[in-house]
């Protein structure tokens, strides 16, 4: 995906500087926001960062406090939802229940003035998009929660949509279900070349279904990244900690040196990436699946001693909590072929320095 | 729901649908025996005797009612009555079932409260109430002359204005709580979803709220027209005999004539009066919700 350095493109989705309360609580702080056409973007965070309340905006069903909304070249920051041409997923789905599947994929089509032919034609196509053209003349009450999905895919691809907005969509399906269906979804609308804002809270949909995430917390856009960068090269503690596991080292900023800074810490000095001055309180943290257990003579890597507390065996692979004196485990995976440590056993960690991250410690301000 | 709807559907639940159904007898029973001992064969005995008379069996007291202007105009009277307050009602009662689902803590507890405390009053009481308010005298006509609307006391007793807005005020509980039950149920975000889809508030609310509400509506229109068409206390204490109806007649027959032939024959075309619209409404219900 090596197209983040080109020129921007002109956005499909364009939000800037969006701002919205409630009452005293601001919910969404100044948020800017573009999304290409054709892309699928998702908006990850736990509850309460405005993920929903963005969402909402977009579609018009809030207005904001400041900012504009700009969706297909068109300002609709003050447009009533039902002139935005905006579809929506709901994570009820929200489907008519006194109307049958046809009657809600319809629905949106109906204020169009088009001939009766060319209405069924459209609904039928809608309905075979979502593998659900069978279903056409049955009550949505009498679908199961996957169909009840579908049907309310279909009702929103119906009205050809500028951007397709899904709220928790996925969500409510039971988890085998949802891993098919985010594969299925994500092959969908790439193959309509649909633009589509996801909103969820589960990190494995995020990565698995956008070409970019937009990483959320209380109002604000942490990062906006592909999958890969954002998961391989986090830029802030609260993106680290919220997408993956990560093993965390605290201690002060000794030196900068080459790029990197060398913090030392309780276990020991750590070389890692990151832009902190001299003498700052830092925060170093490392995925599990970059820490190898051995000794490396490598100076590129770094090297600490801990002692196994315990030992989780998952399948293809153990994951080994370390006690290294610090406040909390750290965390090591062991797969493949290497055999993983016993509970007592004293071993020497390390990883590549390049592969461990500096942030700013808010807590030792305390 | 769906998930509840495939439960239900599911074969293990069926081998506890035995004990179910004769708990479910069981539970019914006193108020099966009471509505057997009490209601039906005293009805059973009602619409045999309206068959009873001077000559023997026949549909003498049928033809007594429906084959004279008099008697007709009884049927008229009753339905009119029981059809203009179910429609003022509707009209009134709409609304307002929206504004209590829409209330939220203080003011819906208000309007909850305004809505049932006057069920606790008797109608004759309402019924005198309203005859006072209506009277030449009375609060109404001292409001208007007060507003210098009207020099000399208005007649509002014993009109068809008081007689209709009596029946209303009395009746109106019975529209509002249905459709407020119905309403309340439905979720807002299908007018999020409706409008997300291109329709505008107004389309939103013809093509999904005003449908969904529609079994409320059926249900409110069939309470407060069986009521009406039958009430007794309100056309007495309000036009006393210049509007006679069945319900009136009912009475009379048996209290003033001793005439149990016409009295329950009577009966038997306000309750075949009754069941029509109920029937009606219902099918008019079903019909929607099927499109």
Known sequence: MGRSVEPAVTPHVAVTSLSKRFGASTVLDRVDLSVERGALVTLLGPSGCGKTTLLRLIAGLTAPDEGSIVIGGVDVTRMPPHKRNVGVVFQSYALFPHLTVAGNVSFGLKGKSLSRAEMAAKVQRALSLVQMERFGDRP???????????????????????????????????????????????RLLKDIDATAIFVTHDQDEALTMSDKVAVMNAGRIEQFDDPVRLYARPRSLFTTRFVGVSSELRGTVAARQAGQLRIDTPQGPVLAEGDLPTGAAAVVSIRPENVAIGASDDQERNRIEGRVRSVIFQGPRSRVAVDVGASADFIVEVGGISTPPSPGDAIVLSWPASRSFAFADARQAA | MSRALEEAAAPPRLAFRAPQFSAGVLLALPAVLILVVLYAVPLARLMASSFVGPSGLGFEAYDRILGDPYGRSLVWNSVRLGALTTVVALIVGYPAAFGLAFARGALRSLFLASLFLPLAASVIVKSFAWSTLMRSHGVVNGVLMTLHLTHAPIRLLFTQFSLISGAVNIFLPFMILPIYTVVAQIDPILTEAAATLGASPARAFMRVVAPLSLPGVVAGVSIVFSLSVSAYVVPTLLMGESYPTLATTIARAFLLLRDPALGSAAGAILMAIGLVVVVLSRRFGEGDVGR
């Open chain 1, 140 to 186: 949505v009450r009498a679908l199961s929660g996957g169909q009840q999905q579908r049907v309310a895919l279909a009702r929103a691809l119906a009205v050809e949509p500028n951007v397709l907005l899904f709220d928790e969509a996925l969500s409510a399906l039971d988890r085998n279900l949802r891993e098919t269906m985010q594969i299925e979804l994500r």
